[in-house]
């Protein structure tokens, strides 16, 4: 690590878990409100149920750092489950069958999981008080 970074890393780890909640959640606003487009029409309704909920919502704990490392560890499962079960089978390599977002998606909510909430979350402010 560049050593100008390495008083910068919780920083760093914030903004990480920021961005991937926010991005997140906007595919379970997609999923239950449409918003900001309709799913794909091929998205059967059972994956509609379940992932929406879970990805509008796990994505929001996740940005604002509530419970961030449980909401993480099920967003990474259900990455896993997607990858597996829309892309995974159709071609051995994520480059191949447009599963890396899935599985990018699976091993940053992995990580973050391990790390929990960090600085710049409800979670910390809630130790603080």
Known sequence: MPPFMHSLS?????????VT???FLWHGTQKLLSVP???PPEIPSFVIALAGPIELVGGILVMIGLFA??????CSGLMAFAYWMAHGMNAPLPIQNRGELAALYCFVFLYIAAHGSGIWSVDA????A
């Open 37 to 39: 487009m309709p799913p």
């Open 21 to 23: 909640g926010f991005l």
């Open 69 to 74: 490392g449980w909401a993480a560890f099920l």
């Open 125 to 128: 402010a809630r130790k603080a």
């Open 10 to 18: 919780s920083q760093t780890y914030a903004l990480m878990r920021i």
